[in-house]
């Protein structure tokens, strides 16, 4: 492959706009200037982040809290939060399936209002996914397999129409908008038999839409030649075969999400790349040098406990039947794309012992084994870059931040899903401080 590489002219210019930017900032100037690289492989363009960042490291501040231990109100006690979005006003808008029941809450933590009903009448859910979102017209999409349909409800908690959709399809992947307004829902489609590979059976597709429902196309995911590593489970009865699929603990394994800007944003976590994929087949492709994190031989053992324990809930007589756990973890362990396009990339962290106490309970035993609980666990902490492949800085999340739903990032604003010391799931609004910059009052 013809490979051109301008890194010094490009490393050069970088390196002036970070000064620019250290001294736009004044008093924070004494950050170190981001520093990259600029590489042109074929229709490849690569920005490679050797040192610096605009922010260096900084630290989520919470500085609103939805939710209580106890209370006389219905809407300030959360139950499982399934789905979550904010509209451009930073009002908050929350499906929780436990009740179930979409609430509404204003920018300053107020609850407004809850829309709908459990049920299959107009502007009810029988059985939502959870999938949220806010459309660019300012109506609130809710994805509903139960009723095989989408609700659409004004701002005000009225309905606006329904769209058809499939039912009995459930996935934690939310509706994507991009800045045109077209609504991009996930699909998983059966391979053929000539089309499978021995740990794929189905494909996974985005259908777009317009803003009224009407179809426009399906978009396949960016192929990857990469291989799950995983271990299999089999158990043959006279009423057929169960099978368990599992990955092998700590193996890289293939990442995606897609951007308001209109494109696939995706890694696969045995290298620091994160590719954004650019009408025409060209790619924007995001590089930072980082050393791998190491996987303890006491946190191996954990994890090769607990796969073993559910695999032999299947089959008892199973033994280890795939490749070995490798001596380092993922460089990539998430990827979540902000409403203004930022990419968070979720790095690999040592693994922390989880204190005896604060240990889950063990689940009840199947067939004699009962599946021991998590030992370890990683502090949480993501890389963020603007869509041109600047990098901003390292942010550290608070212990307890969840994933699921999938946070809400605009501008220095997260909004995300915590799950508390004592069991509690609240909605929390933070502030993206960093390092030697006081956080100032809670809003």
């Not at 501040?61 to 979550?84: C, H, M, P």
């Not at 459990?118 to 609130?140: C, F, M, Q």
């Not at 979540?336 to 063990?362: C, F, H, N, T, Y």
Request: with cysteine.
């Amino acid at each position: 492959m013809m490979r051109a590489t301008l890194p010094l002219r490009a490393t050069l210019l970088l390196l002036l706009a970070g000064l620019a930017a250290a001294c736009a900032r004044g008093a924070d100037a004494r950050r170190d200037a981001w520093i990259a690289e600029y590489d042109t492989i074929g229709d490849t363009v690569v920005v490679r982040t050797v040192s610096g960042g605009e922010w260096g490291r900084a630290e989520l501040v919470a500085e609103l809290t939805i939710g209580r231990l106890e209370s006389d109100r219905d809407a300030d006690i959360l139950g499982e939060i399934a789905g979550l979005t904010v509209d451009a006003e930073g009002n908050i808008y929350a499906y929780d399936s436990q009740i179930p029941a979409l609430r509404k809450y204003a920018a300053d933590g107020a609850f407004i209002a809850t829309f709908g009903r459990k049920g299959g009448g107009p502007g009810e859910y029988a059985d939502s996914d959870g999938g949220l979102v806010v459309l660019r017209d300012g109506r609130i999409l809710l994805r509903d397999p139960g009723n095989a349909r989408f609700t659409l409800y004004r701002p005000d908690g009225s309905l606006d129409s329904e769209w058809p959709g499939r039912g009995g399809f459930f996935t934690s992947t939310p509706p994507y908008v991009d800045t045109a307004g077209h609504v991009y829902n996930l699909v998983y489609e059966q391979l053929s038999g000539s089309e499978r590979r021995s740990t794929d059976f189905w494909r996974t597709r985005l259908v777009r839409t317009r803003a009224d429902g009407a179809l426009l196309d399906t978009l396949d995911l960016p192929e990857y030649d990469v291989e799950r590593q995983v271990l299999a489970a089999e158990r043959r009865s006279r009423d057929g075969v169960s099978r368990s699929v599992t990955n092998v603990p700590f193996t890289a394994v293939f990442h995606w999400t897609f951007s308001p800007l209109g494109r696939f944003v995706t890694g696969v976590g045995d290298r620091y790349a994160v590719d954004q994929h650019l009408p025409g087949g060209r790619v924007l492709r995001i590089e930072r040098r980082v050393e791998a994190v190491p996987v303890s031989a006491d946190e191996k053992a954990a994890a090769e406990e607990r796969v073993i324990a559910q695999m032999r809930r299947l089959d008892p007589a199973w033994r280890w039947n795939g490749p070995p756990m490798p001596d380092h973890k993922p460089f990539i362990a998430a990827l979540i794309v902000g409403q203004d396009g930022r990419i968070w990339v979720r790095r690999s962290a040592p693994g922390e012992k989880i204190p005896d106490a604060e240990l889950d309970e063990p689940r009840p035993a199947t067939n004699g084994i009962t599946i021991p609980p998590v030992r370890y666990r990683e502090p949480m902490s993501f890389d963020v870059f603007e869509p041109d492949g600047r990098y901003l800085g390292a942010v550290s999340a608070p212990r307890g931040f969840m994933l699921n739903p999938i946070p809400v990032l605009r501008g220095d604003r997260v909004w995300a899903v915590v799950h508390d010391d004592l069991g509690v799931n609240r909605i929390q609004r933070f502030r993206i401080v960093p390092e030697g910059v006081g956080a100032g009052p809670a809003g």
